[in-house]
């Protein structure tokens, strides 16, 4: 799969109103910040035959939008974990500056249960004191293998649960410490390892149901054999990998999907900037 997405194309940032939502130019350019993002993932899979998918707002806006939700403002993939661990491993090598693969090993002021790509050389700046890279970002989130069996499934959810909860608990509570008494600790990585342990309980191989078992919101069970097959369809002026069966997800995941309806961003006040780095602006 060759994709090369021209930063530079003009006709792409010019301010545009899509399904009665106007798009900025500002946005524009974020989105291709991400598109960037999202294009060095998918040559680093397919340098390592690795598979990954559009997933939850970007699936939904391949399939609907042929891009971008006109009132999104981020890409999200997804992985087996697996291919997922895979991509941990070689990351350092391949996600060089400005590129940054961020995960709580790699960057320890990280807080979220999953990786991110960040374009250091940008800034995506949440209400935070500590400095972990806030650098615009894509999310690669990751499907664990669940149990088919009811009684086994109810204990695998609950422990998932509860480790996912103390986890969330000790970012908290280290967040509300100075950060050179922080700096020091490294029992959350211990934690988060074990956590991690858990979500692997039942490896995808072994099972025929997946799920995103460290997202914060209800767990919604998918059958795997929805992964079997991949297509490539268009999003934006590059073409993107998503499962054959991506009716069948967005229906489990939005209902009657093809309707639009205007959310706001799960990711609250970001403040964006595509020519200045993160580093910078948390100086001021």
């Known amino acids: 799969m060759k994709n090369q997405f021209n930063m530079q194309d003009p006709e792409f940032f010019k301010e545009e109103l899509r399904d009665g939502y106007l798009v900025s130019e500002k946005m524009k350019r974020v989105w291709a910040c991400e598109l960037d993002l999202l294009n060095l993932l998918l040559k680093v899979c397919e340098k390592y035959n690795l598979k990954c998918w559009a997933d ?3 699936l939904l ?4 939008h042929k891009g971008f939700i006109p009132w999104d403002d981020d890409i999200d993939m997804v992985m087996f974990r697996d291919d997922y661990d895979k991509l941990c491993e070689v990351a350092g090598e391949e996600f060089k500056e400005p590129y940054f693969f961020q995960t709580i090993y790699t960057d320890k ?3 979220n249960r999953h990786a991110q790509i960040r374009n250091s050389s940008t800034s995506a700046i949440t209400n935070s004191r500590f400095k972990f890279n806030q650098g615009i970002f894509i999310d690669i989130f990751v499907y664990d293998g669940v149990c088919d069996t009811p009684r086994l499934l109810k204990k695998q959810l609950f422990k998932a649960n ?3 909860q103390m986890v969330k608990a000790s970012i908290k509570l280290l967040m509300k410490l100075p950060e050179n008494v922080y700096r020091n600790i490294s029992w959350e990585r211990k934690l988060y390892s074990r ?3 858990v979500l692997k309980e039942y490896p ?9 078992l460290s997202l914060s919101y209800k767990v919604r069970i998918k059958n795997k054999s929805f992964y079997d097959e991949t297509l490539l369809l268009p999003f934006e002026h590059i073409l993107i990998p998503v499962p054959k069966d991506y009716d069948r997800i967005l229906r489990i995941d939005f ?3 093809m ?5 706001p961003t799960l990711h609250g006040a970001l403040l964006f900037d595509t020519e200045t780095s993160y580093k910078l602006l948390l100086k001021k």
């Not at 806006?61 to 609907?64: F, L, N």
């Not at 995808?204 to 995103?212: C, F, G, M, Q, V």
């Open 56 to 58: 939850s707002g970007t």
């Open 61 to 64: 806006g391949t399939v609907r």
């Open 109 to 111: 002021y990280y807080g």
């Open 162 to 164: 509860f480790y996912k």
């Open 195 to 197: 956590y991690e342990n």
């Open 204 to 212: 995808i191989a072994n099972t025929e149901l997946i799920a995103h």
């Open 255 to 257: 209902g009657e999907y």
């Open 259 to 263: 309707t639009p309806v205007q959310a």
